[in-house]
Structure formats: C-alpha cells, structure tokens
C-alpha cells in the first residue's frame, strides 16, 4: 500500500501552533460473519462481558456470541491493520429488531478505546441498517455517548429507569 492509501490526514487546532495536520490511523469497522465468530472471539469476549457488566447483566458473553452464531445480532470489530502491536480498538454488537410497524436496527453494544478515532464508523452501521430496510436506529447508552452522537444526527427521545428486585437471588 502506498502512504496515502494507509493513512489519512485530519486537520486540527492547537492552541500553541494554531493548524496543524496530524497522521490519524485507519480504523476499519469490520464485520465479523457467523461462520468466523470463533476466531474472533477471542478479541472481543473482555469487552463485551465488560459491557454487559455495565448493563445490569441482561446477559453473559456466552449468550452474546451464541444469538450472533445463531444470526438474531451482528459483530463488529473495530480493527486497525497497519498497527501491527495492537491492532484491536473496540467492538459493536448491533441487533435488527422487526416490531409491528418499524424494522429498527438496535446497538446493543458498543465500546472500545480511543473512541474520537472510531466514532464516526456509525455511518457504516447506518449504511447496513439501510441496506436490511431498517426504519429507524436506536440505542440504550451511557449518557456520555449522547454528546458524542447527537454529532452524528442522534437525538435523545427516552430515558431508561431501572430498579432491581432486591429479593432475588
């Protein structure tokens, strides 16, 4: 590959020199088909129990990858290939949900390192929920994750309110 073709340049302001023009790695969202979920499991498995943790354990790792062998969810892997020692930035697990009047394409989960380097691969999520004739994307997030997609045309419409049954066991 030539230079151009690995890399891509972003321009930004510093407050010391003003503009500067800075060498931003490619990340790739990667699609990971069913079939390959075994050999790219072990990549994503922290990550994705991590988040599930953090999610009020709705499920296990184990029940993430079986119902995206099982094709009910997608996995994504956020992969960088010219970063040779640590080519691994984060996962997304997306899932299609058909209700009575709206397909919608749902973000179940999504989480990673250095996110300002990634963040704007939600249009090749986008790009995919169009292309299975999706109405509409959503996603149950942190409240951080609003500032950073309302950039990208995302527009808070809920808020989620959870209480646990203290008793159960």
Request: with cysteine; charged share 30%; proline share 2%.
């Amino acid at each position: 590959k030539s230079y151009y073709e690995c890399y891509r340049f972003s321009r930004y302001n510093n407050k010391l020199f003003g503009d500067i023009w800075r060498k931003v790695c490619m990340i790739e969202l990667v699609y990971i088909p069913e079939d390959m979920v075994d050999g790219s499991w072990k990549h994503v498995e922290k990550d994705v129990a991590d988040a599930l943790a953090r999610s009020n354990g709705y499920a296990l790792a184990s029940n993430i990858k079986q119902w995206i062998k099982d094709k009910k969810m997608q996995l994504w892997i956020l992969w960088d290939n010219d970063n040779k020692e640590a080519p691994y930035y984060g996962v997304v697990v997306t899932e299609i949900l058909q209700r009575p009047l709206k397909r919608c394409l749902n973000i179940r989960i999504m989480t990673g390192h250095h996110r300002e380097k990634w963040q704007h691969l939600i249009k090749n999520i986008e790009k995919f929920a169009w292309d299975n004739k999706c109405d509409s994307m959503e996603l149950i997030a942190r409240p951080g994750w609003q500032k950073v997609l309302s950039r990208f045309g995302y527009n808070r419409t809920h808020v989620l309110l959870e209480k646990n049954n203290k008793e159960k066991k």
